[in-house]
């Protein structure tokens, strides 16, 4: 058995176990979680069920990556990741991150104003950057893959 047998089905486990814990959030933490806080805090009861859509939005957004992630394992396990195909997920996962950081980008600048303590803020702005960060990673991580497929077809070619 090599090493990507043995990475990969671990590593399957556990986005099974990611998923599952996001559809447990997104059905029931999150508009249970705001519910409470419109109750506790009745001033920002207005902001109960656009949060819970983002939130939900945003959960969403990590489901698809952890889809895609799924997709282009097989194709590594299949020994088919140097293709057409593995584009497709590939750019879904950088839509899905980017609009993810879309999406918190406008709740950091809305709440960011109102907030009277600097600690969410802060927060938030770090968040901004990994986000940020990540989208533009996966980027390279694209133009790498699209480098090693011409060189892996090139090689086929010759061979």
């Known amino acids: 058995m090599n090493l990507v047998n043995r990475v990969v089905v671990p590593l399957r486990v556990l986005l099974v176990m990611l998923f599952a814990g996001l559809v447990v959030a997104q059905v029931m933490s999150m508009p249970g979680q705001f519910a409470h806080m419109a ?4 001033e920002l009861a207005y902001l109960r ?12 957004c990590i489901q698809v990556v952890i889809v895609c992630t799924w997709k282009l394992l097989t194709l590594v396990a299949s020994d088919r990741i140097f293709s ?4 497709a997920w590939v750019d ?8 993810g950081w879309v999406l918190f980008l ?12 600097p600690g969410l803020p802060i927060l ?10 990540l ?4 980027v390279v991580m ?13 090689m086929e070619a010759v061979i």
């Open 135 to 138: 989208v533009l990673l996966m």
């Open 124 to 133: 938030m702005f770090g968040m901004v950057l990994v986000g940020g960060v």
């Open 49 to 60: 069920w656009p949060l819970t859509v983002w939130s939900i939005l945003e959960l969403l």
């Open 39 to 42: 109750k506790e805090e009745p």
């Open 84 to 87: 057409e195909e593995a584009f």
């Open 92 to 99: 879904a996962i950088i839509w899905s991150l980017g609009v």
């Open 106 to 117: 406008g709740v950091f600048l809305y709440l960011g104003f109102l907030a009277d303590d």
């Open 142 to 154: 694209r133009a790498l893959l699209r480098q090693a497929t011409t060189l892996r077809t090139d």
